[in-house]
């Protein structure tokens, strides 16, 4: 039988579930990564996309898989999406891992967490460009995308990755999202990169004090040694923190 609870597994920004591919074999829980809406096989419009929209798909498929508790795992953008997971389905989420996600302040967007001068761009760019796909991921200049996720990376890693990166919504960048829903009861922790070039050190201690802040309750803290995309540039190291959660949670709940 699988070792600990299931894992659920969300992409963030620009990836899909194809950036989880590297770490599965080494998992010794059961996992699903999955695709939010206009992602991979999963049908959505990527300019009305919401964080709502989102949290909806990822328990649509747990229930399509037969998953009716589970670890729930966000990379980067996802930190805005696992949270919503948990508000609309406490009872089914064991425990929240955050993988150098981006927490905006409660009540702020996701645009709110960048420095001050790239947070007006952002906001000017979000205007003119509507909730239309852009700003990410396949329009990103191919030395910008391998510096932000790609840093510690061999040259096929790195191909795995950049040939892969599609568009995403302006729309979840710029959306204000809420907290105040998820229970301080569910077990959190985040994972921090020391190596990340996309979310750097500093703005990732900034990311857990506002998870912290709200909804509050503990936060525990574990670090790898990697760059953005540690599920595929360490897979084997991710695998067996993420294992760990899993046994932890299936103990705290008798699963």
Known sequence: MPAGAPLVLVHGGAHGAWCWEPTLPFLGARALAVDLPGRGGTPGDLATLTVG????????DADAAGLDRF????????????????ALA???VLHLVFVSCAIPP????LVDTLPASLRRLSRRAARRLGRRPAGFGSQLPRPVARRMFCDDMDEAQSRFVLERLGPDSLGLVTEPVSRRRLPTSVPKTYVLLRRDRSLGWSRQHAMVANLVASPGGPVRLRWLDAGH???VSRPRALAALLDEVAREAAGASGA
Do not use: I, N, Q, Y
């Open 90 to 92: 406490p009872e089914r």
């Open 71 to 86: 670890v729930l795992v966000g990379h980067s953008l996802a930190g805005l999406t696992v949270p919503e997971v948990a």
């Open 53 to 60: 929209g989102c949290a909806a798909s990822v328990l649509a």
């Open 106 to 109: 409660e009540g702020g967007a």
């Open 229 to 231: 995309d540690v599920m």
